[in-house]
């Protein structure tokens, strides 16, 4: 999982984890990326797939979120556990995409990334607060495959 792909660099790589870190100390949730080059499937269907195959449905509060991108396909998936489903109207998400969307299309990568996870502290804020209690239920570290 940890294989160096030729999509992203090390300094980006970086950047995006340090996006995570910050956007956690906003709220509860617990935000996961994982990159890949190409799926034959339906994306939204293989970013739930990744989903639990990352045990993301294991946090207490059913608050995760995993960014899944596909770099080859320029497709990308914002999936959210139940938790946050159960809160949130449908296109929740919506703004998030269509900012990042914007960033992808200039070919800006990692900062639609980073923009895309602090956005998502910021939403997730309103609904799961940070807890003094807080632990890191979820790694931070980006998780890939080719
Ligand atoms: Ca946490
Ligand atoms: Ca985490």
Known sequence: MS??????STQDEEAIVAAIQEAEKNTSGEI???IEAHTDEDHY???KKVFDELKMHETELRNGVLFYIAVND???VILGDQGINDKVADNF?????EMMQNYFRKEAFKEG???GILKAGQELKIHFPY???DTDELSN???KSS
Do not use: C, N
Request: net charge negative; aromatic share 10%; no cysteine.
């Open 45 to 47: 269907e293989h970013a």
């Open 74 to 76: 320029h497709k990308f």
């Open 3 to 8: 294989k160096k792909t030729p999509f992203i």
């Open 141 to 143: 570290e980006i998780s």
């Open 113 to 115: 990334l980073v923009e």
């Open 93 to 97: 998400w919506d703004t998030t995409k």
């Open 131 to 133: 807890q003094d209690d």
């Open 32 to 34: 996961r990326v994982h």
